[in-house]
């Protein structure tokens, strides 16, 4: 396979970073290991987006019991005055 980069000098810095990450000195090498490294941090993105979510609902699920319990308390404890 061959990969064609044009105007090098302008991705210049972003492609010595990429092979200083995935630890290829060839740039090509380098891509690759990149797109693949990319690939995996967004499926974990995907799975901590999706965990983050079920700990909003259950956060809001806690919070609605709590507010129940503080509604009912305080009902009870007027009803006792």
Do not use: F
């Not at 105007?7 to 210049?12: A, E, F, I």
């Not at 990319?38 to 499926?43: F, H, I, P, S």
């Not at 999706?50 to 609605?64: M, S, V």
């Amino acid at each position: 396979m061959a990969i064609t980069i044009r105007n090098v000098d302008k991705h210049y810095y972003m492609i010595e970073d990429l092979k200083q990450l995935t630890n290829n000195k060839v740039t090509t090498k380098a891509l690759i290991k990149g797109g693949y490294m990319a690939v995996e941090l967004g499926n974990q993105l995907k799975e901590e987006q999706a965990a983050h979510q079920q700990t909003k609902d259950e956060l809001l699920k806690l919070k609605e019991v709590v507010s129940n319990y503080l509604h009912h308390h305080n009902a009870l404890a007027n009803s006792i005055k």
